[in-house]
Nanobody, 124 residues
């Protein structure tokens, strides 16, 4: 069973950058699509970004496109989310998840394994 552990969250000022990491262990990583989701305070969980198994195809939510970059290194069993130009509305708990499929997919029900989340807080 794959275990996902996120790290890299924290408190930053608006406009700053953060790089989130997701370390996978205990199972198959390099044949699965991966995704980042977030849950802002008092809101539903939402899609942020997704990447296919090879790292050659990505997709982003419109609110983060051009500011966030998802990437992966299958040799290191690691997924990243580079976040630039952070805004107050980016504040949330960020989760990485492993898809049941190898390609890029958005719906959360396509993801079967989730990490515990890492908090991102934005100060103005």
């Amino acid at each position: 069973q794959v275990r996902l552990v996120e790290s890299g969250g924290g408190l930053v000022q608006a406009g700053a950058s953060l790089r989130l990491s997701c370390a996978a262990s205990g199972g198959t990583f390099n044949s699965s699509g991966m995704g980042w989701f977030r849950q802002p305070p008092a809101k539903e969980r939402e899609f942020v970004a997704a990447i296919n198994w090879a790292g050659t195809n990505t997709d982003y939510a419109g609110s983060v496109r051009g500011r966030f970059t998802i990437s992966r290194d299958n040799a290191k069993n690691t997924l990243w989310l580079e976040m630039n130009g952070l805004k107050s509305e980016d504040a949330a708990v960020y989760y990485c998840a492993r898809s049941r499929y190898g390609g890029v997919t958005i719906p959360s029900y396509h993801y079967g394994i989730w990490g515990q989340g890492t908090q991102v807080t934005i100060s103005s």
